[in-house]
């Protein structure tokens, strides 16, 4: 069974749009093995996006992670990481197709809505990240 890591982001927790976005995981038959709301800390948000660290958005968004809770989410499921990437859209909501998470309810570049793992190796990366707890 193939596992990865959700966030829905402070937009969506702000947005109520936390059941509909669970909802759709359900509906697909995923199952949420762990889920915990946090507030992220400059640190943490600053490890999770070192990829984008050169970027001229950087600190906004960074600025924007930590700005309120969010829903952190392991969910596994057959071929979980690919579908729940479909599921969400691309990274622009601008660019998100509807019927997608992004494509339904974003409206800006960044603050869009949901972070998903890309790959089975960043799936674990994260996992860790988030739920140290998990590590034996």
Same mark, same amino acid.
């Given at each position: 069974?193939?596992r990865t890591?959700?966030?829905?982001?402070?937009d969506?927790?702000?947005? !109520?749009?936390?059941?509909?976005?669970?909802?759709?995981?359900?509906?697909? %038959?995923? +199952?949420?093995t762990?889920?915990? /709301? +946090?507030?992220?800390?400059?640190? *943490? #948000?600053?490890?999770?996006?070192?990829h984008?660290? &050169?970027?001229?958005?950087?600190?906004?968004?960074?600025?924007?992670m *930590?700005?309120g809770?969010?829903?952190?989410?392991?969910?596994s499921? %057959?071929?979980?990481?690919s *579908?729940?990437r %479909? /599921?969400? &859209? !691309? +990274?622009?909501?601008f660019?998100?197709?509807?019927?997608?998470?992004? &494509?339904?309810?974003g409206?800006?570049?960044?603050?869009n809505?949901i972070? #998903?793992?890309?790959?089975?190796?960043? #799936?674990?990366?994260?996992? !860790?990240?988030?739920?140290?707890?998990l590590?034996?």
């Amino acid at each position: 069974m193939e596992r990865t890591l959700v966030i829905l982001k402070p937009d969506s927790v702000r947005r !109520k749009l936390v059941g509909e976005i669970i909802s759709r995981f359900e509906k697909k %038959n995923f +199952t949420i093995t762990h889920i915990k /709301m +946090t507030t992220l800390d400059i640190e *943490t #948000a600053s490890i999770h996006y070192f990829h984008v660290k &050169g970027e001229s958005f950087f600190n906004d968004l960074i600025k924007y992670m *930590t700005s309120g809770p969010v829903i952190i989410i392991i969910l596994s499921g %057959n071929k979980v990481i690919s *579908t729940v990437r %479909n /599921m969400i &859209g !691309k +990274t622009s909501s601008f660019d998100s197709l509807p019927g997608t998470i992004r &494509g339904d309810f974003g409206s800006h570049r960044f603050e869009n809505l949901i972070h #998903a793992s890309d790959c089975v190796e960043n #799936a674990e990366l994260e996992i !860790k990240r988030f739920f140290p707890e998990l590590i034996k």
